[in-house]
């Protein structure tokens, strides 16, 4: 069953969880009144990194990434890959500026 919702290479939620998840937490949100925010990872050049440092650098990265968007992550997020170079971030209760201060951390860590 985890394999039908999980990435294989980040171990995080898939595309198609990520469509049914952010459905839900939409209604649920506006059913409660209470903010949701949602925050996109993309890598930068993760096709030239692929080409040439190869697949497994390029895995290797992109694991990376997730570790450290897990770690940094509320019980709550849903985290998920949702292209080849991009990752999601679906925030229950958080505000625009609660998300913003969010991302920015992030991007520092990785960066």
Sequence with gaps: DSLEVQDYVTELFNRNYY???????VSRARRLKQPLAVVKVALD?????????GEAVRDELLKSV?????????????????????MALILPHASKKGAAIRAERLRRIIE
Excluded: M
């Design 45 to 53: 050049d993760i096709y030239e990194i692929e080409s040439s440092l």
């Design 66 to 86: 997730a570790a450290i968007i897990t770690k940094t992550s509320r019980t709550n997020d849903v985290t998920c890959r949702t292209a080849a170079n991009e």
């Design 19 to 25: 469509q049914k998840v952010l459905g839900e937490e």
